[in-house]
Protein backbone atom coordinates (compact mmCIF):
# COMPACT_ATOMS: atom_id res chain seq x y z
CA UNK A 1 0.00 0.00 0.00
CA UNK A 2 1.50 3.87 -0.43
CA UNK A 3 2.46 6.07 2.40
CA UNK A 4 3.49 9.44 2.62
CA UNK A 5 5.69 10.81 4.96
CA UNK A 6 6.36 14.25 6.01
CA UNK A 7 9.16 15.63 8.37
CA UNK A 8 9.66 17.22 10.58
CA UNK A 9 5.76 17.37 12.26
CA UNK A 10 6.43 20.33 13.99
CA UNK A 11 8.97 23.35 13.52
CA UNK A 12 9.65 26.83 15.35
CA UNK A 13 12.10 29.23 13.16
CA UNK A 14 13.07 33.04 13.82
CA UNK A 15 12.34 35.30 11.00
CA UNK A 16 14.36 35.14 8.13
CA UNK A 17 16.55 31.56 9.47
CA UNK A 18 15.81 28.92 6.04
CA UNK A 19 13.89 26.50 5.99
CA UNK A 20 13.76 22.89 4.29
CA UNK A 21 10.74 20.56 4.81
CA UNK A 22 10.97 16.92 2.77
CA UNK A 23 7.89 14.66 1.79
CA UNK A 24 8.28 11.28 0.40
CA UNK A 25 5.97 8.60 -1.00
CA UNK A 26 6.41 4.88 -0.85
CA UNK A 27 4.66 2.10 -2.58
CA UNK A 28 3.96 4.06 -6.35
CA UNK A 29 5.87 5.67 -8.70
CA UNK A 30 5.78 8.17 -11.21
CA UNK A 31 2.98 10.21 -8.70
CA UNK A 32 1.98 13.87 -8.85
CA UNK A 33 3.43 16.05 -5.96
CA UNK A 34 1.64 18.56 -4.49
CA UNK A 35 2.06 21.17 -1.79
CA UNK A 36 -0.55 23.15 0.30
CA UNK A 37 -0.56 25.53 2.96
CA UNK A 38 -3.12 26.55 5.25
CA UNK A 39 -2.90 29.20 7.66
CA UNK A 40 -4.66 29.14 10.87
CA UNK A 41 -8.26 29.34 10.57
CA UNK A 42 -7.84 29.52 6.50
CA UNK A 43 -8.69 26.69 3.50
CA UNK A 44 -6.13 25.38 2.09
CA UNK A 45 -3.74 26.76 -0.61
CA UNK A 46 -1.91 24.65 -3.56
CA UNK A 47 1.77 26.07 -3.28
CA UNK A 48 3.52 24.00 -5.87
CA UNK A 49 2.72 20.59 -8.22
CA UNK A 50 5.31 18.51 -9.91
CA UNK A 51 4.43 15.86 -12.32
CA UNK A 52 7.78 14.36 -12.56
CA UNK A 53 11.85 15.06 -11.49
CA UNK A 54 12.60 18.39 -12.17
CA UNK A 55 9.29 19.43 -12.84
CA UNK A 56 7.74 22.05 -10.24
CA UNK A 57 4.73 24.36 -11.28
CA UNK A 58 4.08 27.17 -8.94
CA UNK A 59 0.65 28.72 -8.24
CA UNK A 60 1.67 31.40 -5.67
CA UNK A 61 4.49 33.60 -6.30
CA UNK A 62 6.10 34.23 -2.75
CA UNK A 63 9.25 33.88 -1.32
CA UNK A 64 8.97 29.67 -1.38
CA UNK A 65 10.87 27.27 -3.38
CA UNK A 66 9.78 23.45 -4.31
CA UNK A 67 12.34 20.81 -5.21
CA UNK A 68 11.56 17.40 -6.95
CA UNK A 69 15.04 15.36 -6.99
CA UNK A 70 13.77 12.08 -6.96
CA UNK A 71 10.40 10.50 -8.50
CA UNK A 72 9.09 9.80 -4.90
CA UNK A 73 10.47 13.05 -2.86
CA UNK A 74 9.23 16.60 -3.05
CA UNK A 75 11.04 19.18 -1.06
CA UNK A 76 9.79 22.41 0.12
CA UNK A 77 11.98 25.06 1.27
CA UNK A 78 12.69 29.16 2.11
CA UNK A 79 16.29 30.61 2.10
CA UNK A 80 15.02 33.75 4.38
CA UNK A 81 11.14 33.26 6.32
CA UNK A 82 8.74 35.67 6.75
CA UNK A 83 6.39 35.78 9.99
CA UNK A 84 3.34 35.29 7.10
CA UNK A 85 4.84 32.04 6.33
CA UNK A 86 3.66 30.37 9.30
CA UNK A 87 1.06 27.52 9.31
CA UNK A 88 0.32 24.02 8.42
CA UNK A 89 2.29 22.81 5.18
CA UNK A 90 0.60 19.68 3.84
CA UNK A 91 2.49 17.28 0.86
CA UNK A 92 -0.13 15.15 -0.91
CA UNK A 93 0.46 12.68 -4.18
CA UNK A 94 -1.96 11.20 -6.75
CA UNK A 95 -1.89 8.71 -9.54
CA UNK A 96 -1.98 9.04 -12.94
CA UNK A 97 -5.60 9.16 -13.88
CA UNK A 98 -7.21 6.19 -15.15
CA UNK A 99 -9.55 3.46 -14.56
CA UNK A 100 -11.53 4.44 -11.35
CA UNK A 101 -9.13 6.88 -10.11
CA UNK A 102 -8.40 10.50 -10.85
CA UNK A 103 -5.58 13.45 -10.84
CA UNK A 104 -7.98 15.25 -8.01
CA UNK A 105 -8.18 11.77 -5.80
CA UNK A 106 -5.00 13.08 -3.56
CA UNK A 107 -3.55 11.34 -0.84
CA UNK A 108 -2.14 13.77 2.33
CA UNK A 109 0.41 13.20 4.18
CA UNK A 110 0.19 14.61 8.80
CA UNK A 111 1.29 17.81 7.50
CA UNK A 112 4.05 20.37 8.92
CA UNK A 113 2.63 22.85 11.57
CA UNK A 114 5.53 25.87 11.26
CA UNK A 115 5.62 28.42 13.38
CA UNK A 116 8.08 31.38 12.50
CA UNK A 117 9.05 33.75 15.55
CA UNK B 1 -13.15 25.59 -11.63
CA UNK B 2 -16.98 26.64 -10.45
CA UNK B 3 -17.07 28.47 -7.18
CA UNK B 4 -18.85 26.10 -4.18
CA UNK B 5 -21.15 27.78 -1.63
CA UNK B 6 -21.63 25.47 1.63
CA UNK B 7 -22.49 26.23 5.22
CA UNK B 8 -20.27 27.36 7.34
CA UNK B 9 -21.75 24.41 10.06
CA UNK B 10 -24.11 21.82 11.23
CA UNK B 11 -24.41 19.37 13.84
CA UNK B 12 -25.56 15.65 13.66
CA UNK B 13 -26.56 13.57 16.35
CA UNK B 14 -24.32 10.16 16.78
CA UNK B 15 -26.03 7.02 14.78
CA UNK B 16 -28.12 9.91 12.59
CA UNK B 17 -27.72 10.19 8.82
CA UNK B 18 -25.73 13.93 8.45
CA UNK B 19 -26.86 15.27 4.57
CA UNK B 20 -24.29 17.78 3.56
CA UNK B 21 -25.65 20.33 1.23
CA UNK B 22 -23.14 21.80 -1.60
CA UNK B 23 -24.21 24.30 -4.07
CA UNK B 24 -22.48 24.87 -7.50
CA UNK B 25 -24.47 26.69 -9.42
CA UNK B 26 -21.89 27.10 -12.25
CA UNK B 27 -20.50 23.92 -12.88
CA UNK B 28 -19.40 22.72 -16.10
CA UNK B 29 -19.50 19.90 -18.02
CA UNK B 30 -16.50 18.50 -17.49
CA UNK B 31 -16.20 18.84 -13.68
CA UNK B 32 -16.62 16.88 -11.19
CA UNK B 33 -17.77 17.15 -7.53
CA UNK B 34 -15.39 16.25 -5.05
CA UNK B 35 -15.70 15.91 -0.92
CA UNK B 36 -12.73 16.06 1.09
CA UNK B 37 -12.93 16.03 4.60
CA UNK B 38 -10.35 16.92 7.32
CA UNK B 39 -10.35 15.78 11.03
CA UNK B 40 -8.18 18.36 13.25
CA UNK B 41 -5.00 19.10 12.94
CA UNK B 42 -4.85 16.18 10.05
CA UNK B 43 -4.69 16.20 6.46
CA UNK B 44 -7.29 16.22 4.42
CA UNK B 45 -8.91 12.72 3.40
CA UNK B 46 -10.60 11.98 0.12
CA UNK B 47 -14.33 10.83 0.62
CA UNK B 48 -16.09 10.78 -2.75
CA UNK B 49 -16.38 12.05 -6.00
CA UNK B 50 -19.03 12.06 -8.92
CA UNK B 51 -19.53 13.41 -12.08
CA UNK B 52 -23.46 13.38 -12.74
CA UNK B 53 -24.75 9.94 -11.60
CA UNK B 54 -25.11 9.27 -7.79
CA UNK B 55 -22.34 7.52 -6.36
CA UNK B 56 -21.92 5.38 -3.02
CA UNK B 57 -19.08 3.86 -1.58
CA UNK B 58 -18.24 2.48 2.15
CA UNK B 59 -17.90 6.13 3.47
CA UNK B 60 -20.20 7.84 1.77
CA UNK B 61 -22.87 8.68 -0.72
CA UNK B 62 -23.31 10.98 -2.95
CA UNK B 63 -26.34 12.85 -4.73
CA UNK B 64 -25.98 15.28 -7.60
CA UNK B 65 -28.97 16.65 -8.83
CA UNK B 66 -30.10 16.10 -12.53
CA UNK B 67 -29.22 19.74 -13.65
CA UNK B 68 -25.82 19.52 -11.66
CA UNK B 69 -26.36 22.59 -9.90
CA UNK B 70 -26.37 20.94 -6.62
CA UNK B 71 -25.25 17.80 -4.32
CA UNK B 72 -25.59 16.03 -0.66
CA UNK B 73 -22.92 14.25 0.74
CA UNK B 74 -24.45 11.63 2.98
CA UNK B 75 -22.78 9.94 5.85
CA UNK B 76 -25.15 7.46 6.33
CA UNK B 77 -24.63 6.49 10.20
CA UNK B 78 -22.45 9.59 11.64
CA UNK B 79 -19.67 8.77 14.29
CA UNK B 80 -18.08 11.13 16.86
CA UNK B 81 -15.27 10.20 14.28
CA UNK B 82 -16.75 11.80 11.43
CA UNK B 83 -16.51 15.37 13.14
CA UNK B 84 -14.81 17.21 10.81
CA UNK B 85 -14.45 19.81 8.54
CA UNK B 86 -15.78 18.62 5.02
CA UNK B 87 -14.76 19.94 1.65
CA UNK B 88 -17.08 20.57 -1.34
CA UNK B 89 -14.82 21.12 -4.59
CA UNK B 90 -16.05 21.69 -8.39
CA UNK B 91 -12.51 20.34 -10.68
CA UNK B 92 -12.26 18.97 -13.77
CA UNK B 93 -10.86 15.46 -14.05
CA UNK B 94 -6.80 16.85 -14.93
CA UNK B 95 -4.61 18.08 -13.20
CA UNK B 96 -5.38 18.12 -9.69
CA UNK B 97 -5.48 22.01 -9.05
CA UNK B 98 -7.95 21.16 -6.04
CA UNK B 99 -9.67 24.97 -4.59
CA UNK B 100 -10.34 24.68 -1.11
CA UNK B 101 -12.89 26.67 0.20
CA UNK B 102 -13.80 27.32 3.93
CA UNK B 103 -15.71 23.92 3.82
CA UNK B 104 -18.69 22.94 6.89
CA UNK B 105 -17.42 22.83 10.07
CA UNK B 106 -19.72 19.08 11.30
CA UNK B 107 -19.88 18.28 14.75
CA UNK B 108 -21.09 15.30 15.41
CA UNK B 109 -22.76 15.02 19.44
CA UNK B 110 -23.66 11.81 21.21
Known amino acids: SQTIHQWPATLVQPVGS ?14 NLYWYRQAAGRGLQLLFYSVGIGQISSEVPQNLSASRPQDRQFILSSKKLLLSDSGFYLCAWSAVAGGTSSYNEQFFGPGTRLTVL | DAKTTQPPSMDCAEGRAANLPCNHSTISGNEYVYWYRQIHSQGPQYIIHGLKNNETNEMASLIITEDRKSSTLILPHATLRDTAVYYCIAATDSWGKLQFGAGTQVVVTP
Open chain 1, 18 to 31: PLSLECTVEGTSNP
